[in-house]
């Protein structure tokens, strides 16, 4: 969760949703994010909304604390069955968040799926994720969380190189993350992400490789590659501006992604998502499929985001003030927006020209069908699909995604 809040118009105390919001549910699918915002030690890279123990000290008292978190977050699910009245949709995907939600005892993040249980309900075969750090699992947490109903488990690598982690401020060990992976398949997970981060400052290309070699020899179903984003106000930022440590270049960034698409095709993976390969369709994270094509999700946890019909809203950033809003009885969204049809049309463009099966080209309006055109012809779409009303993007489109996007959705 980023750690920035959008402008918005106020939130009913009560959280209640327009009418129109809930027109058409049955036809979308209905997932839940919950958010875990605390952190063992802040990461150098880190913008999200996540805090350390000291930084919580002496801001937000008991309301801040980890020991009753659980039950809050249950609270603003109970909230969530509320506004969303007699909504039958049963929850189709769990994604616990972060922060280090491991952090917590896996009998919290269980109490917390099993809120969304007695509330909701889950779909049959729903997928139930958690984030966690590879220094903050073992087998016995991991057969817990597994026996509590998650079935899904993705662990933050970003790296096999120490010098790499160092950078990063990460504090496992190289190797634990693959280990991992086993402690996790023993415990009988059906699916397992391994994130990575490549573009980070003294990172070479053999250093990348090698990354990617101990991911795909550890045997997850999914592998998540993103490039470094310097965030403005972290400490990686404070440290490339003082010149401690260079900054990466998006032609750097472009090499380690054709690196990474070449090893994860060669070892049996296939991209669905610019920054994400599986090796089957059962391997993708649906979650973030539900984010991607413009679904139903409820964000549970300070300064989570959720969206429902057309209508956005995020709550506020501080555990001390989220779990004094539910405590009084009120929502602890901060703001919402109530989105414009050309808004939406906008960001189903944005985002699913980002997927394996593109956007429609009926979305886009004549000066964006005009770039969809000329794209075609630089190669950057794929000629197939585009024969077939679809925008879709070749390899080097992916490498020039954002630029793609900003043309389409003139």
Request: a negative charge.
């Amino acid at each position: 969760m980023p750690s920035v809040l959008p402008d918005g118009e106020p939130m009913p105390e009560d959280g209640a949703l327009p009418l129109h919001a809930l027109r058409g549910a049955g036809q979308r699918p209905l997932g839940f994010y919950l958010h875990v915002p605390y952190c063992a030690t802040r990461c150098g890279y880190c913008d999200f909304n996540t805090y350390t123990a000291s930084e919580l000290r002496g801001s937000g008292g008991a309301l801040a604390s980890r020991d009753n978190y659980a039950e809050t977050v249950a609270e603003e699910i109970r909230l969530a069955r509320k506004v969303l009245g007699d909504d039958p949709r049963p929850v189709e995907t769990v994604f616990v968040g972060g922060g280090t939600p491991t952090l917590l005892p896996a009998a919290d993040l269980v109490r917390m799926l099993a809120a969304i249980r007695d509330e909701f309900g889950l779909a049959e075969g729903a997928e139930i994720t958690t984030e966690a750090n590879p220094e903050s699992v073992d087998p016995a947490y991991l057969a817990e969380l597994r026996a509590g109903g998650f079935n899904r488990i993705s662990f933050g690598m970003q790296s096999a190189r120490q010098h790499v982690l160092k950078i990063l401020d990460r504090t496992h060990t190289p190797g634990r993350p693959e280990a991992c992976v086993a402690e996790a398949r023993a415990a009988g997970f059906e699916h397992v992400n391994l994130d990575l981060i490549y573009g980070t400052p003294g990172e070479s290309d053999d250093d990348w490789r090698a990354s990617l070699d101990a991911a795909i020899g550890a045997g997850p179903d999914h592998v998540s590659a993103y490039a470094l984003i310097v965030e403005e106000g972290t400490q990686l930022a404070r440290r490339i501006r003082r010149g401690e440590v260079p900054m990466t270049d998006d032609d750097v960034h472009a090499d380690r992604y054709l690196i990474a698409e070449e090893m994860l095709t060669a070892a049996g993976f296939s991209w669905y998502e610019v920054s994400n390969w599986a090796t089957g369709e059962a391997g993708r994270c649906r979650h973030n499929e539900l984010y991607w094509r413009g679904a139903d999700w409820w964000g549970a946890g300070p300064g989570a985001h959720s969206h429902v019909g057309g209508v956005r809203w995020w709550n506020v950033k501080h555990p001390g003030a989220y779990a004094q809003a539910l405590s009084e009885g009120r929502s602890p969204g901060a703001g919402r927006e109530v989105l414009p049809d050309e808004d939406r049309r906008v960001e189903r463009i944005l985002l699913e020209l980002r997927l394996i099966d593109g956007c429609p080209l009926s979305l886009l309006a004549p000066a964006g069908a005009a770039a969809a055109a000329r794209a075609l012809s630089d190669g950057l779409l794929q000629p197939g699909p585009y024969e077939e009303g679809r925008a879709v993007l070749t390899l080097r489109g992916r490498l020039l995604a954002d630029a793609v996007v900003r043309d389409l959705v003139d």
